[in-house]
Nanobody
Framework: QVQLVESGGGLVQAGGSLRLSCAASGRTFSNSAMGWFRQAPGKEREFVAA????????YYADSVKGRFTISRDNAKNTGFLQMASLKPEDAAVYYC?????????????????WGQGTQVTVSS
């Protein structure tokens, strides 16, 4: 069992940066792939980034590639999403998720545990 709590969301101007954190409890986090998803009002939840248990494999949505960086610190049971050059279209509730497997996935159905989400607002 893994419990996830996101933090770091907030209001930022376009072009600015934010770093989201995902604190995990439960002894299996270090063996779990982790992903970040987001959902804007009126839209479906979409994939943002994913990372393998070791941190070696990383996937990104095309819309954030080159601007966002996913990382993790297994010793601290924490995952991160560093977001730079933010755009108004990046505004959404961001969710972190953990999988029961080690390999990352772009599909939300492959994740077993979800956080409650953190709001990111980008002003133009």
């Amino acid at each position: 069992q893994v419990q996830l709590v996101e933090s770091g969301g907030g209001l930022v101007q376009a072009g600015g940066s934010l770093r989201l954190s995902c604190a995990a409890s439960g002894r299996t986090f270090s063996n779990s792939a982790m992903g970040w998803f987001r959902q804007a009002p009126g839209k479906e939840r979409e994939f943002v980034a994913a990372i393998s248990w070791s941190g070696i494999m990383r996937y990104y949505a095309d819309s954030v590639k080159g601007r966002f960086t996913i990382s993790r610190d297994n010793a601290k049971n924490t995952g991160f999403l560093q977001m730079a050059s933010l755009k108004p279209e990046d505004a959404a509730v961001y969710y972190c998720a953990a999988s029961a497997t080690r390999l990352p996935s772009k599909l939300s159905e492959n994740y077993d545990y979800w956080g409650q989400g953190t709001q990111v607002t980008v002003s133009s």
